[in-house]
């Protein structure tokens, strides 16, 4: 079993930048790729860009091509989520969550989640 934390939400102006961390327990955290997701209020939860175990292969939603980053450190148990040029439409809670297997961009193919942090964008 694997549990997510994520950190580094907060509110930034539009055209800024932050990086989201989500730390993982255990020992098997290179077993599982890597995703992250939003969830605006009163909306679904929304892909945003996954990982493959090893990190040598990463998969990105079309809104975020370009100005949003996933990575990893196995060593660290970490994935991160480097978020520049961001826009007011960014808003929203963003999760980090792992499946055992290849990476995937629907919810409900990963089997662990974090609890979230905000993410909020000023115009």
């Known amino acids: 079993q694997v549990q997510l934390v994520e950190s580094g939400g907060g509110l930034v102006q539009a055209g800024g930048s932050l990086r989201l961390s989500c730390a993982a327990s255990g020992r098997t955290f290179s077993s599982y790729a890597m995703g992250w997701f939003r969830q605006a209020p009163g909306k679904e939860r929304e892909f945003r860009a996954a990982?493959?175990?090893?990190?040598?292969?990463?998969y990105y939603a079309d809104s975020v091509k370009g100005r949003f980053t996933i990575s990893r450190d196995n060593a660290k148990n970490t994935v991160y989520l480097q978020m520049n040029s961001l826009k007011p439409e960014d808003t929203a809670v963003y999760y980090c969550a792992a499946r055992g297997g290849n990476v995937a961009a629907t919810p409900r193919a990963y089997d662990y989640w974090g609890q979230g942090t905000q993410v909020t964008v000023s115009s």
């Open positions: 990982i493959s175990r090893s990190g040598g292969y990463t």
